[in-house]
């Protein structure tokens, strides 16, 4: 026993100094630095594009949410942020997301009283748009990335880069797909929304799990819960892979009530202000809840909206119903990846535990946006070093399934450059990690199968943009985009599950051996 | 035990490619790298244009609809057409397809001021369009060059700042004229000097700016090119004359025909404009203002009676009269010949040694006597310099030292055109990423790693920390100290530090013209 701990403390000392050695060496610091600055060029050339619903009342879009949130909070007290009252009528973007994003908007909405009042005063700043204001607000994004977002993935190279997981000159590869992702850069900075804080929280989460400090991560997956709802995609992965880990120790009981006690306290201390009364805590609840919006929204690529070409769901079942199954679905579609991971947990596995988990919920849970497939791409881009390709084709789909919803905010000029600067930085000379040869006849399939779906997705942007839709089926282009993007989502979904499967049976008892 | 094996194949790779064409990876790495490069001026479509877009909208349009007579006299809008004829044949060409866009953009009368997404689309595209000959330029310089320093020179001019703030922020077609530049200079450097003097020809009836430098090319090709006794050398320079003659004559013939030659070099020659531009380039003119100023105020304390100036430089206007108290008035003409005099170490170095090696260095020094005590100079002339400079400062540690400052130097006295917030943040980011990877790109690709670092002086450092000194002062405590008094004070400070830094430049590439063999 005491053996152990002094060869654990010296472990950890070891990985305090590579991790030190790392930040001061050049081979990540300069790598970091360059590739960090050209991701917050593009972001702050992005933000110069216009976001989602300007000029364009009476409800405007996701920008007006975010600054009537900052109005709401700067202007009322803490307990009417979740009430209906005359002062905050809810129907008009009430807040949506629980506590975090509220005292976030409310600093933000200090800074921007500060500057700017006009744009955050009650009442009278209802669809303010202005060139300071616009510019303070995607500042506000620009500086959650750069303290939150960045800082995480810093984290996370390092520690990358600790488990001595190879591929030391790929590092800057590695940092330019996770900061280059096009998705989130034109959601965040283009399309305007934070997701950069609560996947900021999660990236954070996932490098102290790599590593072993357990108690940050879950107070730091709690946190990014806490910012948005949608975070619980990961949860599964998070819940399972902790398990699993607790079950492996001396005493599970102690370790999982540790656990416990971190993710409560964090919980009760994001609620506190609503504490006070199970009223106040359902009415938040509530609002986090919007069932009645429901069961997808738009033409997002997911099992449900895809199947209702064949099947009215909506028609078929009562919202009550449709919960249930939705549930369901969700539970049963992430629970061999959560088995493999309570059964045998390592790190390598739960990152394709999160990205399965966060699949399951994209393709089955209740309410999915388009813009939720930002959660599943995460950890594809973390895991981009090992799935080069699978990360670089999930990508392609995932913007291509936004594509209706950026043209709308007319973003499409950056849409095109960031995946043109997307594609590029992928195929860096000396960048991208080599992956092994398939088998000769099994590759001219492939490439063929490849070629052919790069070049219908490009004709479906060219139609897309171009055409317009058939009177009797207005919405026929999104459908086909949305069928293309499905087919190619659960083709990940599948092939990520078997390699979880793969890799967990491969190495159980290494992973045994690691934690004892 | 992984690596020899992993770096065997790419190595084999390596050979078959050179069978195949030595420059085959390298094209492949450019085309690359301009790119990410111009998908990121892509981005940069909405930001902010100065009048300039205007003033080339306007060229669009005036030599779309006039006929060829008619160009240097039009006074339609204010923004006369005042580039030499090969630009305005850019413009005639760039309109072709400007009207099949959108037919207002080349419309004389409708298309004032006109601001529609087409046209803004549709300028910016021909700008990154143009670059082209900047990325062909640089791919003719690098091609022979080892792979560290020739990503570092494609860094340094094609992702350089300064051209990405003046070209696709504010909006000018510098990328493309520095193209031609850098092509004639690859010619010298190659020892192709007729091609290299007829580029250069080509390049000065595009902007008779770059005209500065034509002393030095003309020592240069006089003794390097009209070589081999007098009778072959005398064949030469009439055959160097035919070409440069010949491409005068398809610049301004047309114009001569019509009888406009005069008209044109009116518009070409504006002496009316003043000494200095409204925001002070970094130039000497600035300490001679600055000796004015403190002269002035030190002698009324004395009981002297001084006149003030009629005209003065912080108003932003300034007219024909003299706006100096004590000193004495500078015309141009003088200006014209403190920069022959100042150049002239150079030209008796080119006579002396013509020597291919240097010749990037001298036309670049010739720059920069141009900027340093010419008449009416813009911040963004900087950009004529640095630019080829570029191409040698990957040789030794002492260029890499001295181009780092003068890279920031040149880049940061650009910050003043981007006045306005949203594009804040775009500079400085532009700035910084410039820094950082000048800072390893340099240390990565030798010549620093063991001299005691790419800043090794201490007053260097105390003057590059200075520069944030003098930026957190313009942005921050000026206006809480002053509040909305004296507004040029801030730009005053910028010009005058980066002149510091210009005129150590000047210095030291003067040193280094002088000691060269």
Same mark, same amino acid.
């Given at each position: 026993?005491?053996?152990?701990?002094?060869?654990?403390?010296?472990?950890?000392?070891?990985?305090?100094?590579?991790?030190?050695?790392?930040?001061?060496?050049?081979?990540?610091?300069?790598?970091?630095?360059?590739?960090?600055?050209?991701?917050?060029?593009?972001?702050?050339?992005?933000?110069?594009?216009?976001?989602?619903?300007?000029?364009?009342?009476?409800?405007?879009?996701?920008?007006?949410?975010?600054?009537?949130?900052?109005?709401?909070?700067?202007?009322?007290? &803490?307990?009417?942020?979740?009430?209906?009252?005359?002062?905050?009528?809810?129907?008009?973007?009430?807040?949506?997301?629980?506590?975090?994003?509220?005292?976030?908007?409310?600093?933000?909405?200090?800074?921007?009283?500060?500057?700017?009042?006009?744009?955050?005063?009650?009442?009278?700043?209802?669809?303010?748009?202005?060139?300071?204001?616009?510019?303070?607000?995607?500042?506000?994004?620009?500086?959650?990335?750069?303290?939150?977002?960045?800082?995480? &993935?810093?984290?996370?190279?390092?520690?990358?880069?600790?488990?001595?997981?190879?591929?030391?000159?790929?590092?800057?590869?590695?940092?330019?797909?996770?900061?280059?992702?096009?998705?989130?850069?034109?959601?965040?900075?283009?399309?305007?929304?934070?997701?950069?804080?609560?996947?900021?929280?999660?990236?954070?989460?996932?490098?102290?799990?790599?590593?072993?400090?357990?108690?940050?991560?879950?107070?730091?997956?709690?946190?990014?819960?806490?910012?948005?709802?949608?975070?619980?995609?990961?949860?599964?992965?998070?819940?399972?892979?902790?398990?699993?880990?607790?079950?492996?120790?001396?005493?599970?009981?102690?370790?999982?009530?540790?656990?416990?006690?971190?993710?409560?306290?964090?919980?009760?201390?994001?609620?506190?202000?609503?504490?006070?009364?199970?009223?106040?805590?359902?009415?938040?609840?509530?609002?986090?809840?919007?069932?009645?919006?429901?069961?997808?929204?738009?033409?997002?690529?997911?099992?449900?909206?895809?199947? =209702?070409?064949?099947?009215?769901?909506?028609?078929?079942?009562?919202?009550?119903?449709?919960?249930?199954?939705?549930?369901?679905?969700?539970?049963?579609?992430?629970?061999?990846?959560?088995?493999?991971?309570?059964?045998?947990?390592?790190?390598?596995?739960?990152?394709?535990?999160?990205?399965?988990?966060?699949?399951?919920?994209?393709?089955?849970?209740?309410?999915?946006?388009?813009?939720? &497939?930002?959660?599943?791409?995460?950890?594809?881009?973390?895991?981009?070093?090992?799935?080069?390709?699978?990360?670089?084709?999930?990508?392609?789909?995932?913007?291509?399934?936004?594509?209706?919803?950026?043209?709308?905010?007319?973003?499409?000029?950056?849409?095109?450059?960031?995946?043109?600067?997307?594609?590029?930085?992928?195929?860096?000379?000396?960048?991208?990690?080599?992956?092994?040869?398939?088998?000769? =006849?099994?590759?001219?399939?492939?490439?063929?199968?490849?070629?052919?779906?790069?070049?219908?997705?490009?004709?479906?942007?060219?139609?897309?943009?171009?055409?317009?839709?058939?009177?009797?089926?207005?919405?026929?282009?999104?459908?086909?985009?949305?069928?293309?993007?499905?087919?190619?989502?659960?083709?990940?979904?599948?092939?990520?599950?078997?390699?979880?499967?793969?890799?967990?049976?491969?190495?159980?008892?290494?992973?045994?051996?690691?934690?004892? | 035990?992984?690596?020899?094996?992993?770096?065997?194949?790419?190595?084999?790779?390596?050979?078959?490619?050179?069978?195949?064409?030595?420059?085959?990876?390298?094209?492949?790495?450019?085309?690359?790298?301009?790119?990410?490069?111009?998908?990121?001026?892509?981005?940069?479509?909405?930001?902010?244009?100065?009048?300039?877009?205007?003033?080339?909208?306007?060229?669009?349009?005036?030599?779309?609809?006039?006929?060829?007579?008619?160009?240097?006299?039009?006074?339609?809008?204010?923004?006369?057409?005042?580039?030499?004829?090969?630009?305005?044949?850019?413009?005639?060409?760039?309109?072709?397809?400007?009207?099949?866009?959108?037919?207002?953009?080349?419309?004389?009368?409708?298309?004032?001021?006109?601001?529609?997404?087409?046209?803004?689309?549709?300028?910016?595209?021909?700008?990154?369009?143009?670059?082209?000959?900047?990325?062909?330029?640089?791919?003719?310089?690098?091609?022979?060059?080892?792979?560290?320093?020739?990503?570092?020179?494609?860094?340094?001019?094609?992702?350089?700042?300064?051209?990405?703030?003046?070209?696709?922020?504010?909006?000018?077609?510098?990328?493309?004229?520095?193209?031609?530049?850098?092509?004639?200079?690859?010619?010298?450097?190659?020892?192709?000097?007729?091609?290299?003097?007829?580029?250069?020809?080509?390049?000065?009836?595009?902007?008779?700016?770059?005209?500065?430098?034509?002393?030095?090319?003309?020592?240069?090709?006089?003794?390097?090119?009209?070589?081999?006794?007098?009778?072959?050398?005398?064949?030469?320079?009439?055959?160097?004359?035919?070409?440069?003659?010949?491409?005068?004559?398809?610049?301004?013939?047309?114009?001569?025909?019509?009888?406009?030659?005069?008209?044109?070099?009116?518009?070409?020659?504006?002496?009316?404009?003043?000494?200095?531009?409204?925001?002070?380039?970094?130039?000497?003119?600035?300490?001679?203002?600055?000796?004015?100023?403190?002269?002035?105020?030190?002698?009324?304390?004395?009981?002297?009676?001084?006149?003030?100036?009629?005209?003065?430089?912080?108003?932003?206007?300034?007219?024909?009269? =003299?706006?100096?108290?004590?000193?004495?008035?500078?015309?141009?003409?003088?200006?014209?010949?403190?920069?022959?005099?100042?150049?002239?170490?150079?030209?008796?170095?080119?006579?002396?040694?013509?020597?291919?090696?240097?010749?990037?260095?001298?036309?670049?020094?010739?720059?920069?006597?141009?900027?340093?005590?010419?008449?009416?100079?813009?911040?963004?002339? =900087?950009?004529?310099?640095?630019?080829?400079?570029?191409?040698?400062?990957?040789?030794?540690?002492?260029?890499?030292?001295?181009?780092?400052?003068?890279?920031?130097?040149?880049?940061?006295?650009?910050?003043?055109?981007?006045?306005?917030?949203?594009?804040?943040?775009?500079?400085?980011?532009?700035?910084?990423?410039?820094?950082?990877?000048?800072?390893?790109?340099?240390?990565?690709?030798?010549?620093?790693?063991?001299?005691?670092?790419?800043?090794?002086?201490?007053?260097?450092?105390?003057?590059?920390?200075?520069?944030?000194?003098?930026?957190?002062?313009?942005?921050?405590?000026?206006?809480?100290?002053?509040?909305?008094?004296?507004?040029?004070?801030?730009?005053?400070?910028?010009?005058?530090?980066?002149?510091?830094?210009?005129?150590?430049?000047?210095?030291?590439?003067?040193?280094?013209?002088?000691?060269?063999?």
């Amino acid at each position: 026993m005491k053996k152990s701990r002094v060869t654990k403390v010296v472990k950890v000392e070891i990985n305090n100094i590579n991790a030190r050695r790392w930040l001061t060496h050049t081979s990540i610091s300069a790598p970091f630095i360059c590739v960090s600055l050209f991701a917050i060029l593009v972001r702050v050339a992005v933000s110069l594009h216009p976001y989602s619903g300007a000029g364009d009342p009476p409800k405007y879009g996701d920008f007006e949410a975010q600054r009537h949130w900052m109005e709401i909070t700067t202007n009322l007290p &803490v307990k009417e942020w979740y009430q209906n009252t005359t002062k905050n009528d809810l129907r008009y973007w009430g807040l949506d997301y629980p506590p975090l994003t509220a005292y976030q908007s409310y600093v933000h909405g200090l800074v921007l009283k500060f500057f700017h009042p006009e744009s955050v005063s009650l009442y009278t700043s209802l669809g303010h748009e202005s060139y300071f204001g616009k510019l303070l607000m995607r500042w506000t994004v620009l500086s959650s990335d750069l303290l939150i977002f960045f800082p995480a &993935v810093l984290w996370l190279i390092v520690a990358f880069a600790d488990q001595s997981r190879g591929h030391k000159s790929k590092t800057a590869w590695h940092v330019a797909m996770i900061l280059l992702n096009p998705c989130l850069i034109l959601i965040d900075h283009g399309h305007f929304q934070f997701n950069c804080i609560s996947l900021g929280l999660t990236v954070g989460a996932i490098a102290t799990v790599l590593c072993d400090k357990d108690l940050v991560a879950s107070f730091l997956f709690s946190l990014a819960l806490n910012h948005k709802q949608m975070s619980a995609y990961y949860a599964p992965a998070f819940f399972s892979y902790l398990l699993g880990k607790c079950l492996k120790r001396r005493n599970p009981f102690l370790e999982v009530s540790k656990l416990g006690v971190i993710v409560i306290g964090t919980f009760a201390l994001v609620w506190w202000p609503y504490l006070r009364s199970r009223v106040a805590v359902l009415e938040v609840l509530s609002r986090l809840a919007p069932f009645e919006r429901g069961l997808y929204e738009d033409y997002v690529a997911n099992f449900w909206c895809t199947t =209702s070409v064949l099947i009215k769901w909506k028609l078929l079942f009562t919202t009550q119903s449709l919960k249930l199954l939705c549930l369901f679905m969700t539970v049963c579609s992430c629970l061999p990846s959560m088995f493999l991971q309570i059964r045998a947990p390592s790190t390598r596995t739960f990152l394709y535990g999160l990205l399965n988990s966060a699949f399951s919920f994209y393709f089955f849970s209740f309410q999915v946006h388009e813009k939720s &497939v930002l959660l599943p791409l995460l950890p594809a881009s973390v895991l981009a070093i090992e799935e080069p390709f699978i990360f670089q084709w999930f990508t392609h789909f995932a913007l291509l399934s936004m594509f209706p919803l950026l043209c709308r905010d007319k973003l499409l000029l950056p849409y095109i450059a960031l995946y043109g600067i997307f594609i590029f930085i992928y195929y860096a000379p000396n960048g991208k990690p080599d992956t092994p040869n398939p088998p000769r =006849s099994w590759s001219r399939v492939t490439s063929f199968y490849v070629v052919f779906l790069l070049f219908l997705s490009f004709v479906l942007h060219i139609i897309y943009l171009a055409v317009d839709p058939p009177k009797k089926y207005p919405f026929l282009f999104e459908a086909i985009i949305m069928l293309l993007c499905f087919s190619q989502f659960a083709l990940v979904a599948v092939y990520t599950n078997w390699k979880q499967w793969i890799l967990s049976r491969k190495s159980p008892v290494g992973s045994e051996k690691k934690l004892a | 035990m992984k690596h020899p094996n992993q770096e065997k194949p790419q190595k084999s790779i390596e050979k078959r490619t050179h069978l195949q064409n030595p420059h085959r990876h390298v094209i492949k790495d450019l085309v690359w790298f301009s790119l990410i490069a111009t998908f990121f001026k892509l981005l940069l479509i909405p930001a902010y244009h100065s009048t300039d877009f205007e003033v080339h909208r306007n060229w669009l349009a005036l030599t779309h609809t006039l006929p060829l007579s008619q160009w240097y006299t039009d006074e339609t809008s204010p923004w006369t057409l005042d580039y030499p004829p090969f630009f305005a044949y850019f413009e005639r060409f760039l309109a072709l397809f400007a009207s099949l866009v959108d037919p207002t953009i080349t419309d004389l009368y409708n298309g004032l001021n006109y601001k529609a997404p087409s046209v803004i689309i549709f300028q910016r595209l021909s700008v990154i369009a143009s670059d082209t000959t900047l990325i062909y330029s640089v791919y003719k310089l690098t091609k022979n060059m080892e792979q560290k320093k020739r990503f570092l020179i494609w860094i340094l001019v094609v992702w350089s700042p300064g051209l990405l703030i003046v070209d696709h922020v504010h909006f000018q077609y510098n990328g493309f004229l520095l193209g031609i530049l850098l092509i004639s200079l690859g010619a010298l450097q190659n020892g192709n000097d007729l091609f290299g003097g007829f580029v250069f020809a080509v390049l000065l009836c595009f902007k008779h700016l770059f005209a500065v430098a034509g002393p030095v090319y003309f020592v240069y090709l006089f003794r390097h090119y009209c070589r081999g006794g007098i009778v072959k050398g005398f064949g030469k320079l009439v055959t160097m004359g035919t070409v440069v003659v010949g491409v005068f004559m398809a610049a301004y013939g047309p114009f001569a025909y019509y009888g406009q030659i005069q008209e044109v070099l009116r518009r070409m020659f504006p002496f009316g404009r003043g000494l200095c531009h409204a925001y002070w380039a970094p130039n000497f003119w600035v300490f001679y203002i600055l000796a004015d100023k403190a002269l002035a105020s030190v002698l009324s304390k004395l009981g002297f009676h001084i006149q003030p100036p009629t005209a003065s430089f912080t108003g932003g206007l300034v007219g024909d009269s =003299s706006p100096f108290a004590i000193l004495p008035t500078i015309t141009p003409s003088v200006t014209f010949a403190i920069v022959l005099l100042a150049i002239s170490p150079c030209l008796v170095k080119a006579w002396r040694n013509p020597d291919p090696k240097m010749i990037v260095r001298q036309v670049a020094y010739a720059y920069m006597c141009g900027f340093l005590f010419g008449w009416h100079v813009h911040e963004k002339a =900087s950009l004529h310099f640095l630019i080829p400079l570029a191409v040698v400062a990957v040789e030794s540690i002492e260029d890499a030292r001295h181009y780092f400052i003068l890279s920031i130097v040149s880049v940061y006295s650009l910050f003043p055109l981007l006045y306005e917030a949203q594009e804040y943040p775009i500079k400085v980011t532009l700035l910084l990423l410039h820094v950082a990877l000048m800072w390893f790109g340099f240390s990565e690709s030798g010549p620093v790693s063991n001299n005691g670092g790419l800043v090794n002086r201490w007053i260097v450092k105390m003057y590059l920390v200075g520069f944030v000194v003098v930026e957190a002062w313009g942005q921050f405590l000026h206006p809480l100290v002053f509040g909305d008094r004296l507004p040029f004070l801030p730009l005053m400070m910028i010009s005058c530090y980066c002149a510091l830094g210009m005129m150590y430049s000047w210095i030291w590439q003067l040193r280094c013209i002088v000691r060269s063999p």
